[in-house]
């Protein structure tokens, strides 16, 4: 449901290339060779009738709910009160997937049991963007059936014999219709113009249930009949019968596309014939790696009978479940949360949204008075978490985050807490064996914990590396400036990044008003610069200072008044969080110190709060070089403005742009 929100927003759209892959018990990794592009383009009954209407789509619901409305409250009459009822069936089947999509995007609850490491990429997410489809055909294909079939009409509340008959019907011929037609799908024709679209995504989630193309849901929807308008026609029929079939159908098919393993191995050991009634997620995980293998809808029976059942699968289901295949990170990028809006930027909220910037949009607003109590909640109980990972070079990168919000961090009597907390996320790192752990935002503020000295100091014999990151924002920054500069405004300027960003411009003969209003914090920075280049760093105590000078690096936040001072055509660097308002429409503004991550990182389908896709803060990519690279020494307090070049190129070798 809520995916179906966010896409009001945009509508994305992608083409795809189908993947065959092989996946390899024992090492617990898939790897895969690409077939040639078999795009489907225009096949008959390919798209679906309203493809081109985007969100429009929705629209397609309002003669039944205009039915429904006037049967319940304008005083007409239907039979069953059909249109209420399927109208409620719809939203309830939405409400499943998501449901589904929340679970498994839920990393700290469920990476242990992931299946496939592999995270969904941005395409994947673009490309299932369509994935209620189904739902709003069937309610038509439903509703017609209950006005042509006079045995589908006039139904009890319930028939515990229907219930009989649906059971019977699904495992008999319904069952073995979807293995038919499956199989039948998988024959090249059929593969390359339809279903190539459903094994496009390798890495399965609860919407790639949903990612099928028209002529495949005709067929499925023929099968879902089988059981509803059969066991009606054996005077079975309930309304809550329908209710029941449609839901338990879309949560089992969400469950084999959640790509967590859920069902306890326990249970196929009690009863070893469940085998062969009910798949698991391995088990169609493995349908979409290896092709010719798990053709069912559920029931393993079909594929037993077919000879078609992958001999992995209950390898890997067991291999799964005893936690075999979960891995440490390399890397670890521990956030924390910014502000109550932000919060709901994140996967198991909204998929969808969490893979665009963050920007606030209206269907927020109804839900975020939620998260006040989600943040009380998480200030009493919480613990750091996983929020989100990636492959990079086939090594685990993850997000951590501290579960406080930002506001919180400015709270005196809040920081003592805080600081343990990111010391627990620190020490969990460390005995996992993450190589580099670093801190983002306010995590390594200086008054909070001197840029991560704090821990440093207090556990001299950390295995993991505890990192900053700022050199490479400091990187950015001056990165940025061009080379013909020969005069720039700095706020923030005796800052951890301020200092840095001013000892290397010095050195480049840059000439560097410093705007702080402490001479002794001044004269100890001018005092670190060689002898030669001192004069270049001149302190000023008042904007008017710069009411010449078109180059100002924002470190501390400024209002309109102050930014007035800069004359035309300004351009406003910047490292100050929250960003300043960009208030002047004569100058420019640059944004945050970002880069974009190296082109082979996969498995990526969230933005990093208002970055672009793929671009993450500098201090992020800082990290990850500082993994990369392998270095052994912390990167903690002041930057060494030294070593500002070597993290520089370290970061273009590894494949990092600029943005
Ligand atoms: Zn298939
Ligand atoms: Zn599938």
């Known amino acids: 449901m809520a995916d179906i929100l966010s896409r009001f927003s945009a509508h994305y759209k992608s083409n795809f290339i189908p993947i065959f892959l092989i996946y390899t018990a024992q090492s617990g990794h898939y790897s895969q060779t690409q077939e040639p592009i078999m795009h489907p383009g225009s096949a008959p009954l390919k798209d679906w009738p309203w493809a081109t209407m985007g969100s429009l789509k929705y629209i397609l619901y309002g003669p039944l709910f205009a039915k429904a409305l006037y049967t319940n409250f304008g005083g007409g009459s239907e039979v069953d009160n059909w249109c209420f009822h399927i109208l409620l069936i719809s939203g309830l089947r939405c409400l499943v997937c998501q449901l589904w999509l ?54 009890p509340l319930w028939n515990s014999q229907g219930s009989m008959y649906v059971i019977l019907l699904h495992i008999g011929p319904a069952e073995a219709l979807y293995y038919i037609v499956h199989r039948l799908f998988h024959q090249n024709f059929f593969f390359n113009r339809y279903h190539s679209l459903h094994h496009a995504s390798v890495t399965v989630q609860p919407s790639t249930a949903g990612s099928i193309t ?11 009949a089988i059981p509803i308008l059969g066991s009606s026609g054996l005077r079975g029929g309930s309304i809550l019968m329908l209710y029941l079939y449609v839901l338990c159908f879309d949560f089992l098919r969400c469950m084999g596309h959640s790509n967590v393993e859920v069902m306890p191995a326990f249970i196929y050991r009690c009863f070893p014939f469940l085998k062969f009634f009910i798949y698991t997620p391995c088990y169609h995980g493995l349908h979409h790696v290896e092709m010719k293998t798990n053709f069912c809808l559920f029931v393993p029976l079909y594929d037993y009978l077919g000879n078609t059942m992958n001999p992995k699968s209950w390898l890997l289901h067991k291999s799964v479940r005893n936690g075999q295949l979960d891995r440490v990170p ?22 969808s949204f969490a893979s665009k910037p963050f920007t606030t949009q209206w269907f927020l607003l109804p839900i975020w008075p939620f998260t006040v109590p989600v943040m009380f909640a998480m200030w009493a109980w919480a613990k750091p978490f996983v929020h989100t990972s990636y492959l990079l070079r086939d090594l685990l990168h993850h997000t951590w985050v501290i579960p406080r919000f930002g506001f919180q961090y400015f709270l005196p009597f809040a920081q003592e807490g805080i600081n343990n907390l990111i010391e627990e996320a620190i020490l969990s790192a460390d005995s996992l064996g993450v190589k580099v752990i670093s801190l983002a935002a306010l995590n390594k503020n200086e008054a909070l914990n001197g840029g991560g000295t704090l821990f440093v100091q207090k556990h001299p014999n950390l295995r993991v590396r505890v990192v900053h990151g700022n050199t490479l924002t400091a990187a950015v920054i001056l990165n940025e400036i061009h080379p013909d500069v020969k005069e720039v405004f700095l706020t923030g300027a005796t800052s951890k990044l301020g200092r840095a960003v001013a000892l290397y411009l010095c050195k480049q003969q840059v000439r560097v008003l410093m705007l702080t209003a402490s001479t002794e914090r001044f004269q100890t920075i001018q005092k670190e610069a060689p002898v030669q280049y001192q004069r270049f760093l001149v302190q000023v105590t008042k904007y008017q200072a710069a009411q010449n000078c078109k180059t100002w690096i924002v470190g501390k936040w400024i209002s309109f008044r102050e930014q007035n001072w800069a004359p035309c055509g300004t351009h406003f660097h910047q490292f100050v969080v929250p960003p300043i308002f960009q208030l002047r429409r004569d100058c420019t503004y640059g944004k945050l110190a970002a880069m974009e991550l190296p082109a082979d990182v996969e498995g990526l389908a969230t933005c990093e709060y208002t970055m672009s896709r793929r671009i993450v803060h500098a201090c992020h990519a800082g990290g990850v070089v500082h993994s990369l690279e392998g270095w052994d020494h912390h990167e903690v307090g002041a930057i060494d403005v030294d070593r500002i070049g070597i993290v520089w190129n370290a970061a273009l070798k590894h494949g990092f742009k600029p943005v």
């Open 102 to 155: 929340t679970y498994s995007n839920m990393h700290f609850l469920t990476k242990t049991y992931k299946i496939r490491k592999h995270g969904v990429e941005f395409k994947q997410v673009d490309r299932e963007w369509d994935w209620d489809n189904f739902v709003i055909f069937q309610a038509y294909m439903f509703t017609a059936a209950h006005h042509f079939f006079p045995f589908f009409r006039d139904m």
């Open 214 to 224: 028209f002529l495949e849901n005709l067929f499925l929807t023929c099968i879902t």
């Open 330 to 351: 390399q890397y670890v990028f521990l956030a924390h949360v910014v502000d109550m809006l932000s919060s709901l930027h994140v996967p198991f909220v909204f998929r």
